[in-house]
């Protein structure tokens, strides 16, 4: 097969890397209960039961200036993590943000990308994913989606529903191809995972700046 | 009025809000979200005792108001009333602690998926709950029996209250701790055997093949005629009672224990048939991580008992030969690992010296013993068309630990084809003991505590794999129909 570095992944390539015999090359995405989710250019995922919604706290604000340790042992009082059986639904308001993810577990072979592109028909009523997410290379886990409902009208989350397309494309030179899984503790999340904002290595340097407002 | 009528007008009130309270506890804990709707079902039919016990408190006050309590007879009458609602009050204070953790909170729905497909393979229609405990340990009971046993002392109508509810309500306990440990907590196989025990009356039935061996009886017999000396007296048990009634009194204690160990046995064998070798792993780390091999109590028999019972069946079963055969190079590796996992757990059974028992423990050892080649036979013909395949364990284990050694939940055995619950717990054990180590390397984990926040990590790839094949599974029949 000959594809350009960059360019996005059809039908038939799709499904050639969902099915060969290479592990490492192999694009995983567990469970795909439809062939239909296969489109031209695009894999449609579906949502996960988990999601994380916000909670009020007695806290001023999230701050990421304060010292990363103190902010991680109160992470759990910012957020709520609520299950959603399949048959079930869980209303978001408008102006409302909660994450989701994926019922889709993916794990992305070292020489594929994915871009995860919220469904213009649900765009149209108000749900959007409100950040554009950049899957890298070497992937494994669930992706988290930032849903928000910028709408007038409540709307319901279904697990199972088809809620984003993955575009998939080409990242490497074939030379990195062959290479075995990616190393790194942050794969194989298994639920939406809050922000990490506050592990960013530059705040250090910004907190000095601010004096640690 | 007099003193004592206003006293138990004063009782009377102090145990309706005991009923009050209890009552306004349910209405706390029905708004939970619980994974199995049995637990909304139970806590419905408490509220409704807690109805039915005011309205009787209030018939007792009425009737109260229209007499005199005038001597101690009527006092005490009056007082035994209150005390039967009292002493309800408190099993039905305890029967609400199996609904406090019972919600979402506590069980993920991996947890969920794996004592449906146990218990519903058996019965379609049971009630049940699985619940944390805060014990290291896994348990089983029936919570209709207390109840009906304590509804029967109170309300006369009792079995018109209960009549539209199941005749079993069934609770499934394991250790809170452990509430991600999918792998470890397969030992709710165990419990589910005890379910099924008592459903199919299969150890009563082998209790009466059990024979004491005459010539151990005569020996405890003999041992108890001989005199202890007590200070200057010299005491013989014969004394006080006849060897006749003395070797009854052996007999029926005997039975007893006997009939506790066989209860174990049974389940640990319906647990192998329905889970596969996850169990003999699982149970072996758990038990001998706590107790000696050899260390038995009158309710549990010797791990070394257990443990050699599950390794015949890994033989009756033919788990060895299945395994032979296999084309595949790398899942002849993983297999041959497997092999000798097993025999490594025969290794350690060999390696401590097994303790001699005799009098009383030899008895029951040796009678339990006996009966154990029938424990065999009687649960294999019982659960045989429910049981786990060695062939399913053979086509299905080994693709799916591949996908662990992938950093994937193995939900899948390919593309479209959903893995079954029990292929999901025997992947998980094997990798966990052959190929952890992999999992350490990929997720850069170093430290003590690194690397048990990779097990933590493979705990959930097995929950959330459970998860999703049963996602798939049930999504599939729908979107096909």
């Avoid at chain 2, 306990?173 to 999918?182: A, C, D, R, V, Y």
């Avoid at chain 2, 049974?266 to 038990?287: E, M, R």
């Avoid at chain 2, 055969?325 to 097994?354: H, R, T």
Wanted: net charge negative.
């Amino acid at each position: 097969m000959n594809v350009e570095h960059g360019a996005i992944l059809t039908k038939d390539e799709i499904k050639d890397r969902l099915t060969t015999e290479d592990l490492n090359q192999r694009l995983f995405i567990t469970p795909l209960l439809s062939n239909e989710q296969i489109g031209w250019a695009s894999v449609d995922v579906r949502l996960g039961n988990e999601f994380i919604a916000f909670r009020r706290t007695k806290y001023a604000m999230f701050n990421p200036l304060e010292k990363s340790e103190k902010l991680t042992s109160r992470i759990g009082d910012f957020q709520e993590r609520i299950y959603i059986p399949l048959g079930e639904r869980l209303v978001l308001h408008p102006q409302q943000l909660v994450l989701g993810c994926t019922l889709e577990y993916i794990r992305l072979p070292n020489d594929l990308v994915a871009e995860v592109v919220g469904r213009s028909s649900w765009g149209r009523l108000g749900l959007i994913l409100s950040a554009a997410t950049l899957v890298h290379p070497g992937f494994a886990g669930v992706v988290t989606l930032e849903l928000a409902n910028q709408g007038d009208v409540p709307l319901p989350l279904v697990p199972g529903v088809r809620i984003a397309q993955l575009v998939l494309k080409r990242a490497t030179s074939r030379k990195q191809t062959g290479q075995k899984i990616l190393k790194s503790r942050y794969l194989g999340s298994v639920g939406p995972t809050f922000s990490k904002i506050y592990e960013d290595d530059d705040w250090d340097a910004l907190r000095k700046l601010t004096n640690g407002l | 009025m007099a003193q004592s009528t206003l006293l138990i007008q004063d009782l009377i009130n102090t145990t309706k809000e005991e009923f009050f309270y209890h009552d306004m506890r349910i209405a706390e804990l029905q708004q939970k979200e619980y994974p199995f709707s049995a637990c909304k079902g139970m806590l419905d039919l408490l509220s409704k005792i807690d109805d039915e016990i005011l309205n009787e408190l209030d018939k007792l006050e009425k009737e109260l108001s229209s007499v005199n309590v005038k001597n101690r007879v009527d006092f005490k009458q009056y007082l035994d009333k209150i005390r039967r609602y009292g002493h309800l009050v408190g099993i039905l204070h305890y029967l609400l602690t199996f609904f406090e953790m019972g919600s979402r909170e506590y069980i993920p729905e991996g947890s969920v998926v794996l004592i449906d497909s146990i218990v519903k393979k058996f019965e379609p229609n049971a009630v049940y709950v699985l619940v944390p405990i805060h014990e290291h340990n896994y348990t089983y009971l029936d919570l209709m029996k207390p109840l009906k046993k304590a509804l029967s002392y109170t309300l006369p109508n009792f079995d018109e209250i209960v009549s539209g509810y199941s005749d079993r309500f069934s609770v499934f306990g394991f250790p809170l701790i452990q509430k991600e440990n999918s792998i470890l907590n397969s030992i709710l196989a165990h419990e589910v055997g005890h379910f099924i025990d008592e459903v199919n009356k299969i150890s009563d039935k082998l209790m009466s093949k059990v024979s004491l061996d005459p010539k151990i009886m005569d020996k405890i017999a003999k041992k108890a005629e001989s005199s202890i000396t007590r200070g200057k007296k010299e005491i013989k048990l014969t004394y006080f009672i006849t060897p006749e009634e003395l070797k009854a009194a052996i007999t029926e204690l005997a039975a007893s224990q006997i009939s506790e160990w066989l209860k174990e046995l049974v389940a640990d064998a319906i647990a192998f048939h329905l889970v596969g070798p996850v169990y003999l792993f699982s149970l072996t780390s758990f038990l001998v991580t706590v107790i000696e091999i050899d260390e038995a109590a009158s309710d549990h028999p010797p791990p070394r008992m257990r443990i050699r019972l599950l390794l015949d069946l890994y033989e009756d079963l033919n788990y060895s030969s299945y395994l032979k055969d296999l084309k595949d190079a790398k899942n002849l590796e993983f297999a041959q690992k497997f092999i000798s996992l097993v025999q490594s757990i025969e290794k350690l059974l060999d390696s401590v010296e097994q303790r001699e028992v005799e009098d009383f423990p030899e008895l029951v050892m040796n009678s339990v013993l006996q009966v154990i080649p029938e424990v065999r036979r009687e649960v294999s013909k019982r659960v045989v068309h429910n049981q786990y395949e060695p062939d399913e364990f053979r086509n299905e284990v080994f693709k799916l630990i591949e996908l662990l050694d992938l950093v994937i939940p193995p939900a899948e055995i390919e593309i479209g084809k959903p893995a079954s619950v029990n292929s999901i717990l025997n992947a998980g054990s094997l990798y966990e003991l052959m190929l952890v180590d992999n999992l350490y390397e990929i997720l850069e984990a170093t430290t003590t505590k690194e690397r048990m926040e990779v097990r933590h990590k493979l705990h959930k790839l097995i929950l959330k794999a459970l998860e999703l094949s049963s996602i798939e599974t049930r999504m599939k029949k729908l979107l096909k129909s």
